[in-house]
């Protein structure tokens, strides 16, 4: 991994289903994962998908930080972030996460920036777009 990378780590209820979940609806590869103490919860994972790496860690609201508003998005009300990934096929993207049990925000369509681009919301809360460039036209 590259040192200027930025990696999306999210805060997820239920992280140990929110992996199974992106191996089904975004062909993530699981790179690792470490435990917590509890036995239950994940303090740690790390994921490729489309290329990339996203970390994730369950909720542990025991551990809240003063004048931090971080968690999972059940908790803290819904998410500021939409992780976009750049597809070969936004439509095929975009089926294979709805039937894995994504909620429609955007069905695929062409946007007048030039792209083909639809959106989901997964089931722990998190805003994921995909999008490929529309062809030229001659």
Known sequence: MPETAVIPHLTIEGASEAIAFYVAALGATELARMPAKDGKRLLHAALTINGATVFLHDDFPEHVFPGANFGAPP???????????????????????????????????DAFWGDRYGQIVDPFGHSWSFAHTLAAKA
């Not at 990934?85 to 975009?94: P, T």
């Open 75 to 109: 908790r803290v009300g819904g998410v500021s972030v939409t992780m976009h990934l750049r597809v070969d096929d936004c439509d095929a993207w975009y089926d294979r996460a709805m039937k894995a049990g994504a909620t429609k925000v955007m069905a695929p369509h």
